[in-house]
């Protein structure tokens, strides 16, 4: 099946049709999940509990009609989705027959949002569609469309998940919710690069970038302040300009390296679009640290 095949198949869903009514603002955050909620248990009633990959279609279909739709509307008019899915996250699904949360797999319905993280993943690491390189100015604008404006949903996604920041004798606990392993290999792809970032000031990768911090700059900071570190996958996700430092996380010299460049990407900057991008990105760095006087 072909991309296009996919997504037409996508759209004729119940599950796309009830989303697209959500942003739409037909009908309720609230009613679309009472939509969902009958159609998962309908589906459970046919195949049961045991086949995750039947009875969890609805959730399967509402976490690819929430990635598909992030990526066709402008910025602005993500909050919709982001609240569906705020207000997904925060359901529980009960098998009746154990009065037990549902399980998918491992994960727990709706509350690890079992399809969600896999399908973004696999959508962001497509950079529109293409496997494009977003660092390239010349990447197809569709795809570069495409890609940004997921970036755009995750970071609001992301700002408004309800994170917990462990103790440092504490195992970090994951939000599905949370994105920031999206932002940081966002950010050092662009701000981390051989060459200066200003190089990249018009890219896909720098305008991901600017959203990453204007919609989630708080959500960031925090991690600065927390001093949140991660292993794994993004331990390895610094820049081959600062491939030696071993950051894990957002440590203070990075934000500040991250905001320098910025600057000096805003400075280098002519085309209006961005240039205006860039100083929403600083604005929203400077407001998160409380500090005007550093922009």
Not at 38 to 63: A, E, V
Not at 135 to 140: A, I
Not at 167 to 188: C, F, M, N, V
Not at 206 to 216: G, P, Q, R, S, V
């Amino acid at each position: 099946m072909t991309k296009e095949d996919f997504i037409r198949e996508l759209e004729s869903s119940d599950e796309f049709n009830l989303l697209d009514k959500v942003v739409k603002e037909e009908i309720t955050v609230q009613d679309a999940f009472s939509h969902l909620l009958k159609l998962t248990m309908d589906q459970l009633s046919i195949y049961g509990p045991k086949d995750w990959n039947k009875f969890g279609t609805p959730d399967y279909n509402i976490s690819c009609a929430t990635v598909e739709l992030a990526q066709r509307l402008e910025p602005s008019k993500h909050t919709k989705l982001v609240e569906f899915t705020y207000h997904l996250q925060k359901q529980v699904a009960i098998d009746t027959s154990t009065n037990e949360p549902l399980d998918a797999q491992g994960a727990i319905l709706w509350t690890d949002l079992p399809s969600f993280g896999y399908t973004e993943l696999e959508e962001w690491e497509e950079f529109g569609g293409a496997h494009e390189d977003p660092s390239n100015p010349r990447m197809d604008y569709k795809e570069r469309d495409r890609w940004t404006k997921l970036n755009a949903f995750l970071a609001q996604l992301t700002q408004a998940a309800d994170v917990y920041y462990p103790s440092s004798q504490e195992e970090p606990i994951y939000h599905p919710l949370d994105k920031s392993g999206r932002a940081i290999w966002t950010i050092s792809m662009t701000l981390e690069k051989d060459r200066p970032p200003a190089w990249l000031r018009n890219t896909a990768a720098m305008e991901a970038t600017c959203y990453w911090f204007i919609y989630a700059a708080d959500h960031l900071w925090d991690i600065v302040l927390h001093n949140h570190r991660w292993s794994g996958l993004l331990s390895d996700a610094t820049g081959k300009r600062y491939r030696l430092k071993g950051w894990r996380g957002i440590p203070m010299e990075r934000w500040i390296i991250w905001e320098n460049a910025l600057k000096d990407t805003r400075d280098a900057c002519e085309e209006g679009r961005m240039r205006n991008l860039l100083d929403q990105a600083l604005a929203s760095i400077a407001t998160a640290m409380g500090n005007a006087r550093w922009i």
